[in-house]
Structures are given as C-alpha cells and as structure tokens.
C-alpha cells in the first residue's frame, strides 16, 4: 500500500502548517518527516517504516500530531499537501511480507477514576492532613461530636490497553500525565517524551513498563497521583497515552483516552 508523501506549507486537520527537509522536496516542498518536523506539535507518526529522508522517516497523511492546545490541536492529523510522489506504508500487513515491519494496535480501552469530586472539609487541600480539624469544621453541632474519621480513600485512575491489531506488540510503556492548568485542558492527550516542548503545561506524572502483548491481549493498571489535591486549583486534569517512548511500531499512534477532570472543593462530603 502506498501513500502520498506529506509535504511543508500544508495546513495539517487543526490549521497548522506543515514543516518540511530543506534539503529534499516535492514540487519545491519540503517533505515532512517522523519525529522531526511539526505542525504545531510534534509529528509523531506512524509514517512510513521503510522510506526515510535524512535518516527520518517520511510523514504520510494522517499521522498522529502530539497535542499542543485545545481542540482541533489536542489530536490533529497530517495532510498530504501533494499527489505526485508517494510511499509504501511499510507495514506487513500492507505488503504481504513478513519481514516488513509488524502491525500492532494499541489502543487505551478504558480510562477512570473512582472519584471525580474531592471534599476538603475546609483544610484547603485533599486529602486533609488534620481529621480532627476536618471533623471539627464538619460538625453542626448536634449531639455529641464524633470521633476523628479516617483518612478518606484516594483517588485512583483505572486503564485498560489492548492489543487490536494484527502482530505482537514490542515492549512499551504507558504516561499518566497532568495538565497543570485542570480548568483549560485538552480532551485528549497524545504526548511524548518527544513532544514536550510544543506542550510545556503539563507534568508526567508517573509511568508503567508493558513487556508486550499479543494480539488481542489487554492489560490493566492503576496510577495515583499522589501529591495534594489544593482547592485553589479548583479542578485537576489528567491523561494517558501509551508508548511515550514510541518504542512499538502502529499504523495508528493515537493511544490515547478522553481527559479525565477531578474537582476539589472546601465543603464537607
């Protein structure tokens, strides 16, 4: 299967343009590479497995564009740009030959968290440090006063990832991310370690290593985070994306699940 070629100066599906080689173009454009150029995020890929220009990979339309703002550039796409010269996607699934490159699927089938509002019970931050303090402020006053609670649970954000594709998928690792600014995040979250710069908002928080899977395999996991959850910031965002080192090779790269937001208030629960 062949593709065209993405070529610069073409506006990618959010409106960004394309950036292209300087050394090698089409029709006096620069061809768009894998890992290199960008359309207002990183151009993560796929692109082709088996053309490269300048050591890189030629983009080809459709590859997966890191996030770098609100939607239409939270999962933009690239576009061709030219319809002259193409390349095979390189993919075995595509040729027949199985020595081209393999063609797993990942992609996140779930992604929750069990609590999606915090209660701070005036202390000004979730979980509070202090229950008496928490108690205290808490109680109306009728009856005798309780004991101090426990400690309330902590909010933990549950994935799931599959396997939808055709061949084993080499080893990869999943990124639970956090928006800084929770009240303006984007809906999706398709970022590298790669891509950082174009999208400097936000922070890794933690990540979890997948020795692989077969195709239709799934595997499920959990993350925390585990700093303080401050009622100044009113609402925390959260994302997920698998291979954050782009380490497995996919025809699709857009990994990732609808923004997840909690809301931290000062009232009791």
Known sequence: MADPICVATTAATCGDFQTGSSRVSIEGKGVCRVQTDTAGGLIIGPGSQSVFVEGDKVSLPFDAISTHGLSPHAAAMTRAGQSKVVAGTGFSVDTGDTADAPNPDIRMQSFSVNLTELFASGQGHYPPTNMQAAMNYCYDGTGPAPPAPPPPPAPTYSYTVVNSGNDTAQPFVVGFWRFLN?????????????????????????????????????????????????????????????????????????????TLTVAVNTECG
Not at 183 to 203: G, K, W
Not at 224 to 231: A, G, R, W
Not at 233 to 246: K, V, W
């Open 182 to 258: 929770g009240t303006d995040a984007p809906d999706q979250a398709i970022l590298t370690m790669d891509s950082l710069e174009f999208y400097p908002d936000v922070e890794l928080v933690a990540q979890q290593s997948i020795g692989s899977l077969d195709p239709g395999e799934t595997f499920s996991g959990t993350f925390q985070y585990t700093d303080l959850y401050y009622t100044s910031n009113i609402q925390y965002a959260f994302g997920i994306y698998a291979d954050i080192y782009n380490t497995a090779t996919e025809k699709d790269e857009k990994n990732s699940a609808p």
